[in-house]
């Protein structure tokens, strides 16, 4: 029986070298879909070379409050701000979840969801880096509320392969349990597709040849969402970012042909969000 596998690609657009890191996995790799940080400088280019250069790619939004610039004008959303008119780093909504004012939150996830369709792209599904839209009940309802109104796909809450004790440093104390429990719950009782398991593992010190074999020869049925962060370090997300020289290693791990022929051996389905239940796209 065949398997459906889409392997997303977090964070396209975080800096140049990422997106093409991005664009090399899945041109010469596993990955299927990714989801673009649309408030980074020069992403709209890189959309487009995504769309030139890998047209089976699917694209999606990684709505973002925890770097960068907004998208929406700053005096929509100050409560989302830091004194430079940045968002504020991830560390400060982990201590005050709450400090995010939802309408505001809403402004902005609509504008880079728009920022992302004047590129002509179709919205393949949505997701949340630093999995900020689990943060906050009301953050979760925008969440689905939008996958609804745009007709496309979103990724879980929570992993399926990491047990809840292990990601206290993913999410803070006081949403642990609606990330694992809550949320999830609205997730199955939504008409939103979703993956049937989210399998978040393969990061860190887990992004090993290893244990990407040991998750696709042990695939769950139904439709299965493998993260991924490959990409090329370049300057700018090695002075930025603590998740860099990792990505070389994931992208070296994800296009090895020993990798790409366990695929083909399990006779793992290779999927965008859109085509693992055949919707169509909505008109922007």
């Given at each position: 029986m065949t398997s459906t596998l889409i392997v997303n690609a977090d964070d396209y657009g975080r800096t140049p070298g990422v997106s093409s890191g991005i664009r090399q996995a899945h041109l010469q790799g596993l990955v299927s879909t990714t989801t673009v940080m649309v408030n980074m400088p020069d992403v709209l280019d890189q959309i487009r070379r995504a769309q030139d250069e890998c047209p089976?790619?699917?694209?999606?939004?990684?709505?973002?409050?925890?770097?960068?610039?907004?998208?929406?004008?700053?005096?929509?959303?100050?409560?989302?701000?830091?004194?430079?008119g940045h968002f504020r780093e991830r560390v400060a909504i982990v201590q005050s979840p709450d400090s995010l004012d939802p309408t505001q939150a809403?402004?902005?996830?609509?504008?880079?969801?728009?920022?992302?369709?004047?590129?002509?792209?179709?919205?393949?599904h949505l997701d949340s880096h630093h999995h900020i839209v689990a943060f906050h009940p009301s953050l979760w309802e925008i969440y689905l509320n939008l996958a609804e109104e745009f007709g496309c796909g979103v990724r879980p809450s929570f992993p399926s392969d990491i047990p809840q004790e292990a990601l206290i440093d993913v999410y803070p104390?006081?949403?642990?349990?609606?990330?694992?429990?809550?949320?999830?719950?609205?997730?199955?009782?939504?008409?939103?597709p979703h993956p049937d398991n989210f399998l978040a593992s393969f990061f860190g010190l887990k992004a090993t040849q290893e244990n990407l074999l040991a998750l696709l020869g042990d695939l769950p049925s139904g439709v299965c969402e493998l993260m991924c962060h490959p990409g090329y370090p370049d300057d700018i997300l090695l002075a930025e970012s603590g998740y860099a020289k990792e990505r070389d290693v994931e992208l070296a791990i994800l296009t090895h042909p020993i990798s790409k022929q366990a695929v083909q051996q399990a006779e793992i389905r290779l999927s965008t969000y859109r085509d693992a239940w055949n919707r169509p796209p909505v008109s922007s």
């Open positions: 089976r790619l699917g694209l999606g939004v990684h709505l973002n409050l925890t770097i960068g610039p907004p998208c929406a004008p700053t005096e929509e959303i100050p409560t989302l701000l830091d004194s430079r809403e402004i902005e996830f609509r504008a880079q969801i728009q920022a992302f369709l004047t590129t002509g792209a179709t919205l393949d104390p006081s949403v642990l349990s609606f990330a694992c429990h809550g949320a999830m719950e609205l997730l199955r009782t939504s008409q939103v």
